[in-house]
């Protein structure tokens, strides 16, 4: 990916790269900032744990580039994820470099993070008393049991959540109670608060697999292992979200002795190129997004060409590129 020139916009612009895993998001976003004359703003929910950096694939300061790079390393691994937080944080920083005249350039995988920054969405609110119930339920019959049940209030929402996702169940199962509205309906269509570009990236299915593959084997080498060590003193075994990421999750076990090293590295291939799959749903539903091949030859150009021609977005769907 070569360097070229400032692009040149008559006003600051709000563009979001999207996509699975392993397919460039960073650099390209990376790029895009610099070319833009703009900001990075993380939208990949495990980028926002300190710490947890090789498993992430954050990107280091020195590969930053001197580019700011906002809302990364901003909660402990004993913090469990809250959307609703990260979209105030979220916004406020686009709100703030649109003032200042510098493009927000959104990088991350993570589809409801995305949405939340972009898209009108209101997200429910939490009740202890209830949360905590549903927790002490999904410790006491585990999340397939809790998952029969959201079954059988909302399909739609069972149908888009693993029935092994106890924290997705618990809150599907939170917001229904409370709203007493099926969990999927509190994602209405979606409609931007301003005007924004979405460039997804993607692969063919066996192109992909092999990125998977390499980046796990390519995190193990830089020492994820000793990563995941390190964080078992700052909580993140307790971590209800962090301590499931992908990767951690399996170290994890590892460490307890539940399985061999080996093991935990050939099951995180398997939950990565899993994850990779629900991405590009969740992603090739947008009709907004415009796909772009991972491995474009021109792919900053092609980048560059789509923020400058928004109303062509969309116009190449997931399946061009897959």
């Known amino acids: ?12 612009v709000v563009v979001a790269v ?23 703003v993380n939208t990949d929910s495990m980028q926002l744990y300190r710490g947890m950096d090789i498993g992430t694939a ?3 300061p020195a590969e930053r580039a001197g580019i700011p790079h906002h809302l990364l390393d901003i909660w402990d691994v004993t913090e469990p994820a809250a959307v609703a937080v990260y979209q105030r944080l979220a916004r406020q920083v686009v709100a703030s470099l649109l ?19 972009l898209d009108d969405l209101d997200f429910p609110g939490t009740e202890p008393e209830l949360r905590a119930r549903l927790e002490a339920e999904l410790e006491a019959v585990g999340p397939y049991a809790l998952h029969d ?4 209030l909302d399909p739609v929402a069972a149908e888009r959540i693993l029935p092994g996702n106890g924290r997705r169940i618990v809150r599907a199962l939170e917001v229904i109670e409370l709203t007493g509205r099926p969990f999927a309906a509190a994602l209405p269509e979606p409609r931007y608060v301003r005007p924004a570009v979405q460039i997804g990236l993607g692969a063919d299915r066996e192109t992909l697999d092999r990125r998977l593959d390499a980046r796990v084997d390519a995190m193990w080498e830089a020492g994820l292992v000793d990563e995941v060590r390190g964080l078992v003193p700052q909580g993140i075994r307790s ?26 590295r050939e099951e995180t291939k ?49 399946g061009n590129v897959l």
């Open 58 to 60: 954050k990107l280091s």
């Open 1 to 12: 990916m070569t360097a070229g020139t400032l692009v040149r916009v008559s006003e600051p």
């Open 149 to 152: 049940r959201l079954a059988g």
């Open 239 to 264: 971590g209800r979200t962090a301590g499931k990421a992908l990767g951690y999750a399996q170290v994890l076990s590892f460490l307890a002795g539940e399985c061999s090293e080996e093991q935990a």
């Open 18 to 40: 999207v996509g699975p895993t392993a397919t460039g998001k960073s650099a390209l976003g990376l790029e895009l900032a610099r070319r833009l004359g703009g900001d990075v």
């Open 270 to 318: 398997r939950a990565t190129r899993k994850f990779a799959r629900r991405q590009m749903t969740w992603f090739g539903r947008d009709q907004r997004v415009r796909w772009l091949p991972a491995d474009h030859p021109q792919l900053v150009e092609a980048a560059i060409a789509a923020v400058a021609r928004p109303s062509e977005a969309g116009a190449t769907r997931a």
């Open 99 to 117: 003032e200042a005249g510098r493009s927000a350039v959104l990088v991350g995988g993570s589809g409801l993070y995305v949405r939340a920054v």
